[in-house]
């Protein structure tokens, strides 16, 4: 019988391990691997039956996910982020998949995001593919500064059952990840040599395409408010890569 490892890293995901770790507690493994967290992050992830590493906080975020699954001893390995959560019937479907003895090397899945006290269907938040589950030794993370993505050397198929999201557990949480994926964009844009003219228009490209192109609108006000709060990171991460000292070189 095939087994799973369920993989983690987190910084300062306190408030958000007990619902992750909690349904992914049906794993033959966890692998736990903070991050330079200085919150009660390493306290909570020890309630639970996990391998616990500990390891620098680093912008590249595919390091220390790739260090995880490196990790793991089971025929099979899901990725599975703090702020996230494994339904009981995407545990089924789970278990399913990796206990037919043909199929993909890899899975994609939907991913459902909760975003201002309300679950959006548009505005390219659904259902917001994501590769998490994957035969060991058959992906690795891509070397990408942000919007880390693996890499399979099998196809890849597709889950129905979707994964749930909870990006911001409060607006504290949500300025923290603001400037953190405002930087780490900066830095994308700096290693791509980008035209500082069309960083500056990403912020409002990236608006229209999500509240109009992709019917965010539709959602309401928690549509809007989601569109705008990208175009802040988005513009954070614009005006930050303005100041670049060697950006012209």
């Known amino acids: ?17 007990a619902r ?7 794993a033959d493994e966890l692998i736990f691997v903070d991050c330079g967290s200085t919150d009660g992050t390493a306290l909570a992830a020890r309630d639970f039956p996990v391998k616990f590493f ?4 680093s912008r590249a975020v595919y390091i220390n996910k790739q260090f995880a699954a490196d990790q793991a001893a089971s025929d099979w390995i899901f990725i ?4 996230e959560e494994i339904s ?13 003895p043909k199929g993909p090397a890899a899975y994609e899945l939907p991913r459902k995001n909760f975003y201002f006290g309300r679950w ?6 659904y259902p917001d593919r994501q590769l998490r589950l994957f035969r060991r030794g058959s992906a690795r993370f891509l070397p990408k500064p942000v919007h880390e993505r693996l890499e399979t050397d099998g196809g890849v198929g597709r889950l129905k059952e979707p994964l749930l999201h909870y ?5 504290e949480d949500r300025r923290r990840k603001l400037e953190f994926y405002s930087e780490i964009l900066a830095c994308s844009y700096a290693l791509k040599n980008r035209s500082r003219t069309l960083i500056l228009l990403r912020p409002f490209t990236r608006f229209a395409g999500a509240y109009f192109i ?5 959602d309401g006000w928690a549509g809007l408010k989601t569109a705008l709060m990208d175009f802040s990171t988005v513009l954070a991460s614009a005006l930050r890569y303005r100041k670049e000292p060697d950006e012209e070189q």
């Open 167 to 171: 990006p911001y557990t409060d607006e």
């Open 54 to 57: 500990s390891r620098p906080n």
């Open 20 to 26: 992750s770790l909690s349904s992914a507690a049906w």
């Open 214 to 218: 992709k019917l965010g609108f539709l």
């Open 120 to 125: 959006l269907r548009h505005g390219g938040k």
């Open 80 to 83: 599975l982020d703090a702020d």
């Open 1 to 17: 019988m095939s087994t799973i490892t369920i993989a983690m890293i987190a910084n300062n995901e306190e408030k958000n391990l």
């Open 88 to 100: 009981p019937s995407l545990r089924s479907e789970i278990r399913r998949v990796i206990a037919a």
